[in-house]
């Protein structure tokens, strides 16, 4: 059974810091692994990744993907009280719709 | 454009009754899939359709049924409705089925039975 592990599972920061989220997958035929970030209600789209080694950079976020070791991290610098969320990582593999990690819970404090 | 758009955005319900959850992908999108969010779980797939057809479906109990519609809009039921199906309900859509594009979601709609 495909399995997304995500960790810590919540985390509380101050504004200013940096901060590194972890996903580890153990799926068949490895298609390709994705964030979202989800503030109140629906996920919205973060990266897409699918090759190892290459990192995808958005602002003060940027992921990377480790397709040897099967884990991927997302790293947030200078996070605002805005970047508060719950960030899912999900992995698509064979012919599986998206599997989702329970997610990790951060919360920014001024 | 538009989002995915699902209605009603709340539900309470009692055990033992039945729901029904509506979902409007994107303009475009003819694939939608279903999710279920609770705390304990996380997101666990429900159901995906393409062209009216049901393509997969996750480790639910037949209680839970779908469908989708020649204008790709879809519905998703719960009968006999549990305690523990109180969650928040996600739909998702994409151009098509693929795993080379990310599924964009609905803001749900939360289920709660007493």
């Known amino acids: 059974e495909d399995k997304v592990v995500q960790s810590p599972l919540s985390l509380v920061v101050h504004e200013g810091d940096t901060v590194t989220l972890n996903c580890s997958y153990e799926?068949?035929?490895?298609?390709?692994l994705l964030w979202y970030k989800q503030e109140k209600k629906a996920p919205t789209f973060l990266f897409m990744l699918?090759?190892?080694?290459i990192e995808k950079k958005s602002g003060r976020l940027s992921s990377i993907l480790d397709k040897k070791e099967l884990f991927s991290i997302l790293n947030i610098t200078a996070t605002q009280t805005g970047d508060s969320a719950i960030y899912l990582c999900?992995?698509?593999?064979?012919?599986?719709?998206?599997?989702f990690g329970k997610g990790t819970r951060l919360s920014v404090i001024a | 454009k538009a989002g995915v758009t699902q209605t009603p955005r709340y539900l309470i319900k009692t055990r033992g009754q039945q729901v029904t959850l509506s979902c409007s992908p994107i303009?475009?999108?003819?694939?939608v899939s279903w999710y279920q969010q609770t705390p304990g779980q996380g997101l666990q797939f429900l159901f995906e359709?393409?062209?009216?057809?049901?393509?997969n479906k996750g480790n639910f109990p037949g209680r839970f049924s779908g469908r989708q519609f020649s204008n790709s809009r879809s519905e998703m039921n719960v009968s006999t409705l549990e305690l523990g199906d109180s969650a928040l309900y996600l739909c998702?859509?994409?151009?098509?089925?693929?795993?080379?594009?990310?599924?964009?979601f609905g803001n749900g709609t939360r289920l709660t039975v007493t």
């Open positions: 998702a859509s994409q151009t098509r089925p693929s795993l080379d594009s990310p599924l964009h």
């Open positions: 359709y393409f062209s009216e057809t049901q393509r």
């Open positions: 999900a992995v698509y593999s064979g012919n599986t719709p998206l599997v």
């Open positions: 799926v068949t035929n490895f298609r390709s």
């Open positions: 699918t090759s190892s080694g």
């Open positions: 303009s475009g999108h003819r694939s």
